[in-house]
């Protein structure tokens, strides 16, 4: 295992060029699918040596005073400045260590030293929810910033970055490296200050917008060598700049950064005028759409985020509008306008794609459950939402640039990842990044206990089935979580125990200013939380002796997610390092994603034999059931595939024509 690391250029600004590889063949593909999975846990054992090569400095390191340990320290980073060589990197993992023990009060155990080492050689690490990945990117970020190289440690939220970062500050300071937070609603200056730390802790949404807004400011040079050249030479356009290069990135939960998301382009737009005849426009479109019937004036494609008319709906419109001019007056336009509206009636829904604050419109982020309060929707849907929710309209957006993350992250010279949750998109990450995942092993007994599934016809049945269960788990002093994919089903839940004088705390888009209180008391003994995907990736919901002696923490999953992968992130948050713990599924045929996905002639039946008492536990509807999910999830992946497909497509004209 060889080390490719980029030299910094003297000014320190390093981007690697858009990747130029062609897309691969169904032949080709098929191999690479069979090679990654197979490659899944095939270096497991020169992990597993490397590790116990590090261990065997234990000891030794142990005796030495603190003065000793900070010259070892000092001697480690002339040798680094030579390169990083294998019996280098077993120092240095050895002297962080030794280290963190002294610093944090805690060392890393082998899975640790392992994970780590499978992020600096480039892979994706698959490690078990609460194994402690927040101590495992200190491992090749030290690493790499004490051999000169810039460190950007990304995670999926503010709340995970700023955890993250001040926990391991002192680990970071003890070796003289500087360590800076990038996270919303920061001003120009703090980020450029942070960025010029050795090592970043930032979000892949912030990292990717401060990169595209530094394209922006580079625009106007429009040939490679003369952008390259205003960086180089012109001081005040460097000093303008925010990032100081892609060098190398440790992407925490990369799953949902690198596939989740990467169906999801992030534009930069700049906002315009509210034009009267625009407003009039969406008032109209808006008006005709309330008017109309789905499924004989249009039909909706929830998967495509779609509308589509039918004949008699164009019919419908072509009457419904005659007498009007202007945009109207054209077909497709009129359509589309129309179409438009009607997506945002029908397919972005309050208190589950966007809550109304202050009488303002904020969309809440479909794999976080958080609020994006400067994010707002492009043509047209954010102006017609804000319509329909009676709100101030904004002024529409202009798109000023845009890249998506799979395009994003070919620019970093060097980069790897980390997840509880990547096996099943082991193929994909070969596919897209020609990265390998690799299976890391439990530090310690899965004692996680799986209570079975409960399925129900109706959302009453179900809500009524996860209080009684809540209640009775609370009582006998056993913390429960509560697993919800909305707003809107966060809040019915909540409503169902009250009812059943069930106390509990609520953590949705709309308590997230009390994130951190309301994590830190879920493992108490009896507290009952009602969470969002909030609660999911990166917490750490941590038990007293009582609740452990309960039985640790119950997950109740309520629904499922478009993803397996995600519902396996929510039961993650029992049963860590070695803890009890338990989870159990409620679905209900009425919830959001079979409504939406599943046949009606499959829910159908499914109806009837739920119906009969002894089908409401079988595991073979409920696999029938999940067949919804595994359907949902090749969708997303074609998604990707064809989106990957024309980026790559539309970079070869931008090639083709002298552009980047």
């Keep these: 295992m060889g080390f490719v690391f980029p030299r910094r250029h003297a000014q320190g600004r390093v981007y690697r060029s858009e990747n130029k590889s062609v897309e691969p063949s169904w032949l080709d593909s098929l191999y690479l699918k069979i090679k990654y999975k197979r490659n899944y846990q095939a270096e497991n054992s020169a992990f597993h040596q490397f590790a116990n090569e590090v261990l065997q400095q234990d000891e030794r390191l142990s005796k030495l005073t603190n003065d000793a340990l900070q010259q070892r320290i000092v001697d480690i980073k002339k040798r680094v400045a030579h390169g990083l060589s294998m019996p280098v990197v077993i120092d240095v993992f050895a002297l962080i260590r030794e280290s963190a023990r002294r610093t944090l009060g805690m060392a890393h155990y082998p899975a640790q030293l392992q994970g780590g080492f499978a992020i600096l050689t480039g892979h994706v690490a698959e490690m078990a929810t609460g194994e402690g990945k927040t101590l495992v990117a200190t491992l090749p970020a030290i690493t790499a910033a004490l051999a000169g ?20 500050m002192s680990l970071y300071h003890s070796f003289g490296l500087t360590v800076g937070i990038v996270i919303a609603g920061q001003n120009k200056a703090k980020r450029q200050l942070a960025y010029q730390t050795d090592i970043v802790y930032c979000t892949n949404t912030e990292l990717t917008f401060d990169y595209l807004k530094d394209r922006i400011l580079l625009a106007q040079q429009t040939h490679a060598i003369k952008r390259a050249a205003a960086v180089l030479n012109l ?137 994006m309060p400067d994010r707002s929707w492009s043509q047209g849907i954010q102006q017609l939402i804000e319509l329909k929710e009676q709100c101030e309209v904004t002024p529409p957006n ?95 839940i909540a409503d169902y ?58 997950v109740i999953v309520t629904e499922l997610q478009e993803a397996s992968r995600i519902d396996r992130q929510l039961i993650g948050r029992c049963a860590r390092q070695g803890d009890p713990g338990a989870y159990s599924y409620f679905i209900s045929l009425e919830d959001d994603l079979l409504t939406q996905y599943m046949p009606s002639w499959k829910r159908w039946l499914l109806t009837k034999w739920l119906k009969l008492e002894k089908w409401q536990t079988s595991r073979f509807l409920f696999w029938l059931i999940r067949q919804t999910q595994v359907e949902i999830e090749q969708q997303h992946f074609n998604t990707r595939r064809k989106l990957q497909k024309n980026s790559r497509q539309q970079q070869e004209l931008l090639t083709f024509a002298g552009e980047e």
Aim: proline share 2%.
């Design 149 to 168: 190289i810039k460190v950007h440690v990304i995670s999926v939220n503010d709340y995970l970055t700023e955890r993250d970062a001040s926990e391991m």
């Design 235 to 371: 001081q005040d356009v460097s000093q303008q700049l925010l990032l100081d290069g892609l060098h190398f990135a440790i992407v925490d939960e990369a799953d949902s950064v690198l596939v989740d998301e990467a169906r999801t382009p992030l534009i930069i737009s700049g906002k315009s005028e509210v034009n009267q005849a625009e407003l009039a426009a969406w008032q109209l479109a808006l008006q005709v759409a309330k008017t109309m019937q789905i499924s004989e004036h249009f039909v909706v494609h929830t998967a495509a985020k779609q509308v589509e008319l039918t004949a008699a709906g164009s019919m419908f419109l072509n009457e419904y509008v005659d007498q009007f001019q202007g945009i109207w007056a054209g077909r497709l336009r009129r359509e589309a306008l129309v179409q438009q509206a009607l997506v945002a009636l029908h397919l972005f829904t309050c208190n589950k794609d966007y809550i109304v604050i202050k009488g303002k419109v904020q969309i809440v982020d479909e794999h976080t459950g958080r609020v």
């Design 398 to 492: 202009v798109t000023l640039a845009k890249i998506n993350y799979p395009a994003f992250f070919t620019r970093f010279h060097y980069w790897g990842g980390m997840s509880g949750t990547v096996k099943e998109v082991a193929s994909e990450f070969g596919n897209t990044y020609q990265k390998t995942v690799v299976g890391i092993p439990k530090n310690k007994p899965d004692l996680r206990q799986y209570h079975g599934q409960h399925l129900f016809c109706d959302l009453t049945s179900k809500y009524l089935a996860i209080a009684a269960l809540s209640k009775r788990l609370s009582q006998a002093g056993q913390p429960v979580l509560i697993g919800t994919s909305s707003v809107e089903n966060s809040e019915k």
């Design 497 to 554: 125990l009250s009812s059943q004088g069930v106390e509990y705390q609520l953590l949705n888009a709309k308590q997230d200013a009390q994130e951190a209180y309301i994590i830190s008391q879920a493992g108490q003994a009896g507290k009952v939380t009602i969470a969002t995907s909030m609660a999911g990736r990166g917490t750490d919901i941590k038990l007293n002796n009582l609740s452990r002696q309960a039985g640790g923490l119950f």
